[in-house]
């Protein structure tokens, strides 16, 4: 059943608890992803990876997700914070915004980003790729999402390196220059 909760969360509940997976798209519009990732094709391949837990920052997504048999969908528009998402997922699921990706990659959390590839002038395209190519994330596009998860190795990313603070702000600062 739906259990509406403060406003815009509604908890939409089928299951016992498992693994968790936190799917944001920040304070953009990302329609795309929500659908991709909430697709019941795309829930079963995470139900197949022990995926049973998805809570979902939707941003002005219009519609309530609906979980298939087996899975626990909770789904919110904005939040003042989302660090407690991240610290309680076990996988990260994102646009591939710079902020988003360092909060996750800063809790050590993995990601997969995702890719606007309708945003013109698209940063997220080179920031996502450099830190995939880096063996930090993984990156797919809304159409890749499927294939790329189904075959992604999260356990073999590599941390991303918090002892300097700099070093993500010039890792970005030489990617938006290049």
Avoid: W
């Avoid at 997976?21 to 079963?44: N, W, Y």
């Amino acid at each position: 059943g739906i259990n509406a909760e403060y406003g815009q969360h509604y908890y939409i509940t089928n299951n016992l608890s498992m693994s968790k997976l936190f799917l944001t798209v920040g304070t953009t519009t990302f329609d795309k992803l929500i659908s991709a990732a909430t697709c019941p094709s795309f829930q079963e391949d995470l139900l197949s990876r022990g995926y049973t837990h998805v809570t979902v920052q939707t941003g002005r997504y219009p519609d309530l997700i609906s979980p298939i048999t087996g899975m626990t969908i909770r789904q919110f528009d904005y939040s003042p914070s989302i660090q407690s998402e991240i610290e309680s997922a076990d996988l990260v699921i994102a646009h591939a915004g710079a902020g988003t990706a360092l909060e996750v990659l800063r809790k050590g959390k993995p990601l997969l980003c995702v890719i606007n590839d309708d945003l013109m002038d698209n940063h997220q395209t080179e920031l996502a790729e450099e830190l995939s190519r880096e063996g930090h994330v993984v990156s797919a596009t809304p159409g890749t999402l499927a294939e790329v998860f189904r075959g992604a190795q999260f356990d073999k990313l590599k941390p991303f390196p918090s002892v300097d603070p700099s070093l993500f702000r010039n890792f970005i600062a030489g990617v938006a220059c290049s």
